[in-house]
Every structure is written in structure tokens, then in C-alpha cells.
């Protein structure tokens, strides 16, 4: 029997301060075990349990693409005690790992379909799994249209400047990033992530819209686009929750009957609709 | 069914021969309290018992258990789970109520992902109820489901007849246990004399909850002001999710010294704020309201959704020993009550 508390050790390869205020760094982690890697299947919008030992746990999205090999990455924001204590691994410290868990986007149903992604400050790391996975030499001709749009409080949170940097030069990809406030050098878009959807209005059709990002941004997103012909269906959600198992069993991430570890992290709008207003 | 006949004075016998095969767990006084106990004799046991203070659960879910322990260098680290070898065990006297509660964690922990820690435990384990001829006034088994003599989650189910138990063989593992020990075969009058023992137990218990239909009706009050009223007085000590035998919900915490330590797994409980509090401060279930709200949608909503079961087997601890006097046959039928639910 598979024990789903084992973690995997994986040991610190890279780190990368992702944010000029040093709160939010990306992880790169190999496997100490090489059959581990072969044995460690995943698709974007899943995620894994990192522990630092002697801390404890906490869930990340993978920020990494399947299609890039030998690392998994991880972006971090130091904000309660593991995370913390990650934040101050050097290269080369050992972590723990469990995974992967969850759902991820749904792939097959994305096929042949535009997909226009949408994220906010740190919410961003498994839509850039995606976008990595789908501009994947393999993959790009299975997927229609990609659109990113992306923002952050202020030019010097926006995260992984060199993804941006190389899919600004693609002609297979829009990309709209953007911030609520910029400054001297800041040159692009100012806005909030809603309101530059409303400018950009991305077609709705064989479309489907990837939300992730803080709670207010997904509030304020929704309406829009909606608005934009977005069917609930089509619109998909990354959610975040306290979890602890992440396997179902420890009951702290449910949102109605359905926990966010285990049946989520990604749910179509129109699955979390009826479960509960605006409590949980 | 098959059933046996064992005479009460020969189960202080039976016990002491038992123990030399398994660990027993029998109700023993301990400290005013009745809790199931490990003994080493059957004087030790007190058979003639209510239900124990706390839920016997812990003996398949224990309130804190070692996940693994590890040892770290700067640039190694090694991860040890435990062995998982133990003695079989045997949990004797159980009542009918918390047996039918393993069937609850069962799902749980033995469903689509197994916990090892629980699944193999449960594998080891023998359970021996003895069913409740004198159910309490806070006892509700009947109307979620169960009886004062259900079989589910046992193995053996003794019903007391007098001077002497009928003893329901329910599964093999019951079977195996009884085997080549000389108990005699119940006959028909037998039987039929437990019968009376059930009817005259079950007719004795009051009318509980209302459970047809319960899950649906919840659901359309989810967002209903009662719950601020209904929830008012609730000090949120948790008392009703610890001794819940089907409670299941956990913490994992690291204990450690230095690089060496343990990766543990203890019992939680909704009722906690930190049980759902973010590490960015926020907090989904911010008051008691959202609190309680979750733990009676969990065992009478979500549950039956996941499991196909309600989540509560009506023991009624969490009526006796709620310190502010909370009874949830009250709180559901108040919310059971409102003006346009049918």
C-alpha cells in the first residue's frame, strides 16, 4: 500500500528571488532519487506538499512545465512559518515533497481550444506552468489562441521576467501585463487585471478563460468576463485553501462537499456556483 | 445469522484466554471515568457500563500518531515510517453505535486513497460489541440509521438476555474468534428472546432527528440568519469533535530537535479558528458561526454526499458533555423548522 505521507526528498538546485521586495522566490528542486523523477507524473495546475523538516508543510502549485526536465520549481511567498523557513534555504539543502495532488486543467477538454489566461501578483505560478506546457514545441499546435494577461501591484512584483521576456517575442501568443501603479522606468499597461480585460476583451469563442489570482482580483474578474460570453463552464478557477493531507482525508479544505485538495484545485465556475454563497 | 450462547460467568474466562492472543480494550474505570483500557486481566474490565467517555475511534485513529521520523545532515536526509507490525488487537464491549462508526472512518481512510496507518490497524483489529439494552435519553441511534443492537462495523455483537449473552456471529473474522472454544449454538427460542430485548431497547429511544430528506433541506438553509441565533451560546471548545466517533478530521505538525525529528499527525477539530486560517490571515470560517455551521453541513450534508451516509451515529456525547448545553437533535430540528423548508 502506497503511504501518502512519505514525502520524496528533493534537494535545492536554484533559487531565484523573483520580487524587488525579496518575498517571493522560485525553487528549482531535483530529485534525490533519480527513479523518484520517473515515477513523479504530473500535468499544470497540480500541486505537491513541501516540508521543510522540523517546520512542517505547506501546499505549491508546480510553476514548473512536465515538459521541462530534471527540476520541479516552486514559487514561494514568505509569508508563515515554513514558508519562511524555505525562504532562507541555501542551493543544495534538502526538502521534502508529496505529490503530485490534485486535478490540474483539464487538458484534454482545452484541445483544439483559444485559451486566454488570467492572473494576479503571486497567483500566477500554475497558469505559467501552462502557458509554458501549451508554447511546448509538442504541444502548440493542439491548442488554439493564448492570451496572458497578468498583473501586479507595482513593476517590481510582477514575477518571471524571463518567461514574459520570451513569449513577448512569440507571434503564437498575447500577452497584456500590467499593473495598478508603475513607476519612472514602468512603460506598459496600468490598470487592474479587470479592467484591462475589459480594454483587451478577449473573444469568447471555443474559448475557455483560466482565472487564478487573490480573491478580490477573482471577484471583480468574474463579472467581466462573463460579461465577455465566458460560459461558467468555460470559466475555470485555481483555488487556494488551508490544507494539511491533501488527499482528502484531514477535512480543513472543503468548500461544500467538495474538497479543494482532492476534487480541485481547478473547478469550472459553474461546479462552485451552487455550493455556497459568499461563506464557506 | 448465525449465534452462540455464552454464559456471563464464563466471560471473565474468555477475556483472560483472549489476551493471551490479543491486546484487549475492554471499558475499565479509570479516574471516575469508564474508557476503553488496555487490561491484562478480565478483573480489570467493567462490562456493566453506559458508553465510554471518550469514543473508542482512538484505537484505529489514535489522538496522536508518528507519520515517520527523519534525521537530517545539511545535505541528506534520511525518512523512516514506522513498521506497522503490531500485536492483533481486540477492542471488547464496544457499543453498537461507535462499531457503526468505524464504518464512517472506513470510508474515510479506505476509500479511494488509503491512510496505511488506519487501513492496517483496521485489518488487525477484532471488534466485539455488546449491544445497549438501556439506551440514554440523549441516545439517537435509530433515527440516523443505526440500533441499540446494530451489527455494522462488528464483528461479534453480544445481547444480554439474562444470565447469559446471545452472541451474533456477523463476519468471519467473529467467527474465527469463537471457534473451537465449546460456546453451544443459540437455538430458535433463543433467537426469538433476543428479539424482545431489541424491540423493548429501541422502543425505549426517543425520536431524535428527523433524517429523511435531511441533507437537501440543509442545504437550502445554508445561508439561513438562524445559524448566528442557533450558534449563539457555543463557546467553541471543540469538546463535541474530540469525543465524536466520527470525527475524523487531523492536524500533521513536525516535532523536532535539532535536525532529528517526527512528522505526527493529531486529532483537530473545525471548531478551532487556526483550522482554517490562512497563513496570509485569511480565514474562510472567521467565526463561530461558520464553525459550527460546518461541522453539522459536514456530518449531515457532505458526508452524505462523499459517503452516501449521514455522519453522526447518535451516541449523544456531544449533548452530554457539551458544556453550554447545546443538543443537536434540537439544533437540527430548529433548523428543520423554519418557515418554507419541506
Redesign the interface.
Known sequence: MKNPYLPLLMRTEKVVVETDDRDIKTFSLSFVKKEDEGNFNYIPGQFAELSFFGKGEAPFGMASSPTQLGCLEFTVSKIGVVTTALHNMEAGEIVGLRGPLGNGYPLEALKGKNIVMIGGGFGFSTLRALTNFVLDEANRSRFGDISVIYGARRPGLLLYKDDFEKWGKRADLHLYLTVDSGDEEWVGRVGLVPQIIKEVAPSSENAYALVCGPPAMIKFTLPVIKELGFPPEKTLLSLEMKMKCGVGMCGRCNIGSKYVCRDGPVFSYAEILDLVSDEY | MKAKIIKKKDIASLLDSLIKEYEVFAPAKRDGLVLFERISSAAESSLDYINSKISPKQLLFPQTET??S?S?T????E?K?PSGEEKPQLIFGIRPCDARSLTLLDK??DGE????YY??RRANTVVVSIGCARPQTTCFCTSVGGGPFSTEGSDLLLIDVGDEYIVQIVSDKGERLLKERGFEDAGEDKVALTAIVIKKAEASIGPGVEADGLKEKLDKR??DPIWQKLTEKCIGCGVCTYLCPTC???????E?VG?D?L?I?TW?S?QFAM??????G?N??PTVK?RFR?RI??KF??MV??HDQIGCVGCGRCITECPVNLDIRQVLNNLLQLEGVK
Open positions: 507519520l515517520f527523519y537530517s545539511r545535505d541528506s536526509t525518512i515510517a474515510v481512510f486513497c488509503k491512510d496505511p487501513v492496517s445554508f445561508d475524523h478530521c487531523f492536524d500533521i505538525v513536525d523536532a535536525l525529528g512528522r499527525r483537530d473545525c483550522f482554517t486560517l490562512q497563513a496570509s485569511l474562510p470560517r461558520e460546518q453541513m459536514h450534508s457532505y454526499d462523499d
